[in-house]
């Protein structure tokens, strides 16, 4: 086989994609647009098949929306026209109400701080600045949640302590007896910091938690449910799980793009308010409290420094902008920009910003490489993706990867486009002080004697 050798300058990490939300009623309005390019684009976005065709353009002729990838500095993903498409794709395969939703998590879903103040009118909600989700609460406090409302129907999908496992473990589980009880049209998905634990380390647990979670979205999507997915809040109560906070956000944040359906990000939406929206046990989320009252429906300025209020709010706003691509068909912002590059050696896809994710298929690849002497000399005669990398100074880096059943992909380290300077190989994670300067990732895909998986990957960057 051929090995093909490019050129690449030295240059510090983009970090763009960055956009104030500028007051707008509607989440994901404004999200900002790097530079644009078709590279990066599987035709297999909407529906997550490990064998689709690896064609960056075959979407645009297909007449499909162009992928959008999600912001990783912003709270809230995009709701463009892609997102859209996809909310509107998983609607159509299935008849139900769209003025219901479903909750499915562990202690933070079954919190009464978590939404349940707003399943009657009362003085327990203050909504200030934010008249305009009234229509929205009073949508989905009509809906039907087996005789209570969304708002407060204590749900089967979540419980003290659980993990994204536990949620479709059992005949039926959790998840299949809850969508049983329940016409919901959306689900309110939260998990990962119990999952962290589920592991004999925070690097092992999270593909665990990876392989549950996609499990979780793909079968709430294939019964006609939307997810709206939640990231985990910030970790106060040791700094080695903190660490790994900002790797689980990520996680998280990727899997959602790869299905281009909602993410919110708590770690994001808490990290900077005061105690980092945590109580004293450093894990849970704290709550405005008045007269020594806990008012987690209050939504002024001040009430918005605490972990459930903004969370509350959150969630509202997400559910509007969810009902609304649903019922109007429109994206609600621009799309924002696509991986550049093609993925191949002599124009690998472009690490562009920190923490980065993107979700592709080997299938179709290239076969330069066969083998990558100096990390072990596996046979990796599949065909294989590159991306380019190019950092300031020397930085530590989480280089996670992420497959489905039925696919063998491994990641390598290149310290220059030529497989006898691989530092590094492993079949799902680098972690490593990554040099100063350009360097390179190689996705590949093993090839035992038993033959060849060729797939789809998600691969999560992190610092």
């Known amino acids: 086989m051929r090995w093909w050798f490019c050129a690449a300058t030295l240059s510090s990490l983009w970090f763009g994609c960055s956009a104030p939300d500028g007051g707008l009623e509607i989440v994901g309005s404004d999200a900002g647009a790097g530079p644009r390019s078709d590279g990066g684009v599987p035709d297999a976005r909407h529906d997550a098949r490990a064998d689709a065709p690896h064609d960056a353009d075959a979407g645009a002729d297909a007449g499909v929306a162009a992928f959008t ?5 912003e709270v809230y993903s995009p709701i463009t026209a892609s997102v859209v498409a996809r909310i509107q794709a998983i609607a159509a395969s ?4 769209d003025n219901v939703f479903m909750k499915v998590g562990a ?14 009118p009362g003085s327990q909600i203050e909504l200030s600045d934010w008249a305009m989700l009234q229509p929205t609460i009073d949508l989905f406090r009509s809906g039907d949640a087996a005789g209570a409302t969304p708002f407060d129907r204590i749900t089967i999908a979540a419980e003290v302590g659980r993990s994204a496992k536990w949620a479709i473990t059992g005949s039926p589980s959790p998840l299949e007896r809850e969508l049983a009880d329940l016409d919901a049209r ?3 998905v939260n998990y990962a910091t119990n999952d962290m634990q589920l592991g004999a380390t925070y690097a092992s647990a999270v593909f665990s938690f990876a392989e549950h979670l996609q499990k979780l979205l793909d079968a709430l999507a294939e019964a006609g449910v939307v997810p709206l997915v939640f990231g985990l809040n910030p970790r106060a109560d040791r700094a080695d799980a903190a660490a790994w906070v900002p790797a689980y956000d990520a996680t998280t944040r990727g899997l959602a793009e790869a299905r281009q359906v909602p993410y919110v990000s708590l770690y994001l939406q808490n990290r900077d308010l005061p105690n980092q929206g945590l109580s004293a046990d450093g894990i849970h989320g704290n709550v405005y409290t008045e007269n020594g009252q806990a008012r987690p429906c209050d939504f002024s300025s001040k009430a918005l420094d605490y972990n459930y209020n903004a969370r509350n709010l959150g969630t509202l706003r997400v559910l509007r902008s969810a009902e609304a691509a649903l019922a109007a068909g429109s994206p609600l912002a621009p799309n924002t920009s696509t991986v550049e590059g093609r993925g191949t050696s002599d124009d690998p896809f472009v690490v562009d910003a920190l923490p980065f994710s993107h979700t ?11 083998s990558y002497p100096a990390c072990g000399d596996q046979d990796e005669s599949g065909p294989e993706i590159f991306y380019r ?8 880096l989480k280089v996670m990867l992420f497959e489905r059943d039925g696919v063998d992909v491994d990641v ?9 300077r691989c530092v590094q190989r492993d079949d799902r994670m680098l972690e490593t002080k990554f040099a100063a300067g350009t360097s390179y990732l190689a996705v590949d895909t093993f090839a035992p004697s038993s033959g060849e998986q060729p797939g789809e990957y998600t691969l999560v960057i992190s610092d």
Do not use: K, N
């Open 360 to 370: 592709y298929s080997t299938v179709g690849g290239a076969r330069t490489v066969d």
């Open 412 to 420: 390598h380290y290149l310290a220059e486009l030529q497989p006898t």
């Open 94 to 97: 299935a008849s139900r109400q």
């Open 69 to 73: 990838r999600y912001p990783h500095d």
């Open 107 to 120: 202690s933070g879903t079954v919190s009464a701080h978590f939404l349940r103040c707003l399943a009657t």
């Open 389 to 396: 990398l190019s950092l300031a100074v020397a930085t530590d």
């Open 186 to 188: 959306f689900a309110i």
